[in-house]
């Protein structure tokens, strides 16, 4: 009888050890199958959040102006870069950086491709008040300088392409100091920006009949130099100005028209009726009176030169205590500068 229950007892403990290994199985594989479905689920949430995101981005270049294909590839060397694709759409900077490793990764790149995207976004120019991202940045006709050692030559930017940049020597002949392979030193002035300059090696001097062209890669970094510490606004807002005499009291009153405006100061002009009776002196101080975004604004400023026009006088001015006006300026400067860029993107991108 003992016996008997013994093998039954044994039984039931084998049958009870092999559901445990079973039960543990069971439920190791279930979850296995769950964090599957879960990486899974992820995965394909991702993935369809990847594709909402592109085919708003393809509609965006679409209503930019670009075709699938020009869409496609700022798309893919975005990603790439680990760009926003979005920014590249809307700001030269991170453009010109997708489409440098496009060139990089692809040597034989349709540079027409480049030029028509380019320009459906309003990228063949910029603005005055936005600094060069690079070389390529670069208005055809800039002059300046290329210097080699402590020579200097006058030159001008004649032609431009994604690779290379080509420089006109300006009044000066053959034989050169510099050769192929050295490295010169190219410097200018962009109006209304600053002083630029960079350093290249030469990858060609081309001469022909007409022309010596010096021909360098393009540069992502250039030293760029401020002409003055806030960019101005060119406007033309009426103005009132008013003088007066330290010694006798008296006040001389002129209505002028202000033609640009920065938080340093302005630029106005007086109809040039009568010279002498108009003529204001460098380091006068007047009284600026005008109205900009419906306020009126009155502030000093130190005359600081001028320039003598066929019917106007123009007097450079530096404000005095800015402080209580420079909000209202800033505001201004800062709207007037958007409007600017729209026009800018909207005149170059629409041809």
């Given amino acids: 009888m003992d016996e008997r229950v013994n093998v039954v007892v044994r039984a039931f403990q084998e049958t009870v050890r092999d559901l445990n290994v079973e039960l543990f199985f069971f439920i190791l594989f279930l979850f296995v ?12 949430k991702m993935k369809m959040q990847e594709l909402k995101l592109k085919r708003t981005f393809f509609n965006y270049a679409k209503d930019s102006g670009l075709t699938e294909e020009e869409a496609e590839l700022l798309w893919v060397y975005s990603k790439k870069l680990g760009r926003d694709p979005f920014l590249v759409l809307e700001f030269k900077s991170p453009f010109e950086k997708v489409i440098n490793l496009y060139i990089q990764e692809n040597p034989n790149f349709d540079e027409s491709l480049i030029k028509s ?12 008040f936005v600094p060069l991202s690079s070389t390529k940045d670069i208005d055809l006709f800039q002059d300046g300088y ?33 050769r192929k392979g050295d ?35 393009h540069i992502f ?55 002498d009776e108009n003529q204001l002196k460098i380091g006068e101080i007047v009284n600026l009176s005008f109205e900009i975004k419906g306020k009126n604004v009155s502030i000093n400023a130190e005359i600081k030169n001028i320039k003598k026009e066929k019917k106007y006088i123009c007097y450079g001015s530096e404000f005095i205590d800015i402080d209580k006006v420079k909000q209202v300026i800033t505001e201004f400067i800062n709207e007037q500068q958007k409007k600017l860029l729209e026009k800018y993107k909207k005149f170059y991108g629409n041809g």
């Fill in 146 to 178: 290329l210097f080699y050692g402590n020579k200097k030559f006058p030159v001008v930017l004649y032609d431009k392409d994604e690779l290379f940049q080509y420089w006109m020597i300006v009044d000066a002949e053959p034989p050169f100091p510099f």
């Fill in 221 to 275: 970094k250039t030293e760029r130099l401020n002409r003055r510490e806030n960019y101005r606004i060119d406007v033309n807002i009426p103005v009132d100005i008013k003088v007066e005499n330290d010694e006798t009291g008296e006040v001389r009153e002129f209505k002028g028209e202000i033609r640009d405006i920065s938080l340093d100061g302005t630029k106005f002009c007086i109809k040039n009726e009568n010279q």
């Fill in 33 to 44: 199958v769950f964090f599957a479905l879960l990486f899974f689920y992820d995965n394909l």
């Fill in 183 to 217: 490295k010169v030193k190219i410097k200018f002035l962009r109006k209304n920006d600053g002083f630029y300059s960079y350093e290249a090696e030469i990858e060609d001097i081309i001469i022909d009949k007409h022309r010596v062209l010096v021909k360098l890669p």
């Fill in 117 to 128: 995207i380019r320009h459906k976004l309003g990228f063949d120019r910029l603005p005055p």
